[in-house]
């Protein structure tokens, strides 16, 4: 989703409802250096918050309703009584907002009417959380106007619900974790078992190095019910796979040949799981022992060749992205977020930046892609009030 240049969001709002916001709050997508599908097996992940975000320009009011706006969807907006939210209504872009709106009044919460504006620069359907940034932006911005007593850690939750509950989206914890409690020049380290986090510092410029992100343009869909090639199949499978092997996640299990027993495709499912948790490790003791950051560079492709052939999540048009990165000069990549479409993710020098873009274009073309869309993320702020 690209945003407009010179938009104001507070004006955009004041054009839309005739008077100024009381405020504008702003989340982050997010891509994960490492940690992908281990979210929802209580295992470890290492996000970064992106410097694209969702803007929430909100108002509250005196009727019990809530009416929604948005900057990408100028002619979809959407007003329905607070009493009348349920799943399915509102449905499409609103059904995140709203999601909050609902879950806040489901936890006991008292909230008035609203009228809200969003404005998007997470690319949607890229792999990059721009739910979770619209869900988040949204859920601190209630919680500041209503003074709601509620701590980051727990919106986490209210979020999500929104995602999982109200729009359909069965997403992990990682998302809207890392939206909400990233901070700038930091990669954040979450153990999704007792959701305890670890600020670990992530300054690869100094090191001469830069993270690529190559959105193929190809949208990934979450809330797209359970067949054989989901992420809710996916979900289904690691689940079946723990309690195969007696235990109540994946995290449990630290060694990849207990696995081996499983039938087919939960071994390979199982495997990957496993194998990953011990990738997000290894990539931290490579950021706090001082080492290179460089030697990232084979987790990250390892963890692509795991996705691609374990966990059966990567398509051509992501591994052309990552073989063709690889063999330009990157140290390493892969594809991010849920799979089946999305964008992937490149460590290189940031000398070389170019030519791995053009590489990578060159290389997507040939295959009949079409070339990515690509950009330099560095670790970003979390949620925030910004107005």
Known sequence: ????????????????????????????????????????????????ALPHSTVAAVARTAEPELVLASVQYPDQPVRVALD???PGAPDGWAAYPAGVVHQL???????????VLVDGQVPVGAGLSSSAALTCSVALALRDLFALP???????????????????????????????????????????????????????????????VLDTGAPHQLATGGGPDSYARRRQECGEAAAALGVPSLREVSDPAAVQALPEPLRRRARHVVTENARVLAVLEVLRSGT?????????????????????????????????????????????????????????????????????AEASRAAGHRAPTAFVVVPSAGARRVE
């Open 105 to 115: 009044r489901r936890e006991g919460h008292r909230l008035s009417g609203l009228q």
């Open 150 to 212: 509620l701590r980051r850690a727990e919106l986490v939750d209210v979020a999500r619900a929104a995602e999982n509950d109200f729009a359909g989206a069965p997403t992990g914890v990682l998302d809207h974790s890392a939206s909400l409690l990233c901070t700038v020049g930091h990669a954040l380290l979450l153990d999704t078992r007792d959701r305890s986090t670890t600020q670990v510092p992530l300054d690869l410029a100094a090191a001469g190095l830069a993270l690529l």
């Open 84 to 86: 009348a939210l349920a």
């Open 292 to 360: 290179d950051p460089r030697a990232v560079g084979p987790l990250l492709t390892a963890g692509h060749r795991s996705l691609r052939e374990d966990f059966a999540v990567s398509t051509p048009a992501l591994d052309v992205c990552v073989d063709a990165a690889v063999r330009a000069g990157a140290h390493g990549a892969r594809m991010v977020g849920g799979g089946f479409g999305g964008s992937a993710l490149a460590l290189v020098d940031d000398r070389h930046v170019p030519a791995v873009r053009a590489a990578v």
């Open 1 to 48: 989703m690209s945003v407009p240049a010179g938009v104001d969001p507070a004006a955009a709002f004041a054009a839309r409802f005739g008077r100024p916001p009381e405020g504008v709050w702003a989340a982050p997508g997010r891509v994960n250096l490492i940690g992908e599908h281990t979210d929802y097996n209580d295992g470890y992940v290492l996000p970064v």
